[in-house]
């Protein structure tokens, strides 16, 4: 149990929601909700999602964390260093999308742990994230390819406060903090690299 953060392959986004039994198993009224949206905007739909692939550890083509930590310290850096418009895009998204957004869309779709969705562009939420990133000067040791909870793992059992003692810093200061900036950081970069959704799940 507990909110992870995840990407998504074509075979689910493009699903129908439910199956002849009622058990969740795609995305699919989001999908289309966001489509019907772009076309209204006057962008193209988006459909080129990437299909499945197996498993494979550090091979960077799936994405998910899970949400441990508590969030405060990092609400208080985004409040620290980003407007308030800017924190409340970092932190409010609830879908992830590989492509640039002049601003957020909001659809009238359940997502996740929300009654509607919050759509952002991976590479405004890059950016962002990069900012607080060079602010705690987040090391390079921090893992890149985070498809079986390399993140959560690498901070919390003990590796990064391992690291922290020889290589002291803002991100060492609050590792909790330092989490969730990388897995804000990595998450945008990971959408962009693999041109997939990522939500919350």
Same mark, same amino acid.
């Given at each position: 149990m507990g909110i992870y953060l995840v990407s998504v392959d074509a075979e689910e986004w493009f699903c129908a929601d439910e199956d002849e039994h009622g058990d969740e198993v795609g995305r699919g009224r989001l999908a289309s909700a966001l489509n019907e949206e772009l076309r209204r905007r006057g962008l193209p739909p988006y459909e080129s999602v990437p299909g499945e692939t197996a498993f494979v550890r550090g091979s960077g083509m799936a994405f998910e964390e899970k949400l441990v930590p508590p969030m405060d310290g990092?609400? *208080?850096? +985004? @409040?620290?260093?980003? &407007? *308030?418009?800017e924190a409340g895009f970092l932190c409010g998204w609830s879908l992830l999308v590989p492509f640039s957004l002049e601003e957020e869309i909001w659809l009238d779709v359940e997502s996740g742990y929300t009654d509607s969705t919050m759509v952002a562009g991976a590479p405004e939420v890059l950016t962002l994230a990069q900012r607080l990133a060079a602010v705690v000067q987040l090391p390079p040791e921090t893992p890149e390819m985070c @498809?079986?909870? @390399?993140l959560t793992t690498w901070f919390l059992d003990g590796r990064a406060k391992d690291l922290a003692a020889t290589r002291p810093g803002p991100w060492a200061d609050d590792l909790d903090t330092a989490f969730y900036v990388a897995v804000y950081l990595r998450a945008a970069q990971h959408s962009l690299r *693999?041109? +997939?959704?990522?939500?919350? &799940?």
């Open positions: 990092f609400g *208080r850096l +985004c @409040d620290a260093h980003l &407007t *308030r418009e @498809d079986n909870l @390399d *693999r041109g +997939c959704p990522i939500v919350y &799940t």
